[in-house]
């Protein structure tokens, strides 16, 4: 008895918007969506969906929250802020240790990276790499170097220069050592066998 192989045609579509590179593809397709029923009103205090890009054709985007609405949630969020820096004055600490400030933010994003390389861990932690996630925290950096070019302090202007050359040269250290072949055991240099 022989075997059948059952043969399928599929076609494979490539329906993403954008390139590798960031930029909008020109071979893309509009397709009409299904109609959709209404999404049911988000209460007040719900997070905002992600903004979209503005290169991106989306009729579905809500508009943006009124200016009486961006101006009660900013009082009410500085209100709670004062609240809770009120209970951390009355432990005996100062708020302004926990202000962000831009070196501070960038500082996060800096030891988020370096994590991600596996360069740093938590005490007692195995290191774990995520060189994609890595690679977008130092992108991000990046980013803001771009889009901040002369709105920041000589100060900030060095520090990012210097988070992202220290990151930048221990992304390449990482990804190199992972390219290369393990060695073998009795290769270690000097030690020749016989």
Do not use: C, W
Not at 38 to 67: H, I, K
Not at 127 to 144: E, H, K, S, V, Y
């Amino acid at each position: 008895m022989a075997d059948k192989k059952q043969e399928s045609s599929f076609t494979v579509t490539d329906r993403r918007l954008f390139t590798s590179d960031g930029e909008l593809r020109s071979d893309v397709h509009e397709e009409t969506p299904a109609p959709e029923k209404p999404a049911p009103t988000a209460p007040a205090t719900a997070a905002p969906p992600p903004p979209q890009s503005s290169t991106t054709p989306d009729s579905r985007v809500p508009p943006p929250p009124s200016a009486v609405e961006q101006k009660a949630t900013s009082d009410a969020y500085k209100k709670s802020s004062k609240d809770l820096d009120a209970r951390v004055e009355l432990s005996g600490q100062s708020a302004k240790e926990f202000e962000i400030t831009f070196e501070r933010f960038m500082a996060s994003l800096y030891m988020s990276a370096m994590m991600q390389m596996g360069m740093m861990h938590e005490e007692g932690g195995q290191p774990r790499i995520d060189l994609i996630g890595a690679r977008q925290t130092i992108d991000t950096l990046g980013l803001l170097q771009e889009k901040t070019k002369g709105n920041l302090t000589s100060t900030e202007e060095h520090f990012l220069q210097n988070v992202l050359y220290e990151l930048r040269m221990a992304y390449v250290e990482v990804t190199n050592a992972l390219s290369r072949p393990p060695q073998s055991p009795g290769a270690v240099a000097g030690n020749k066998t016989r």
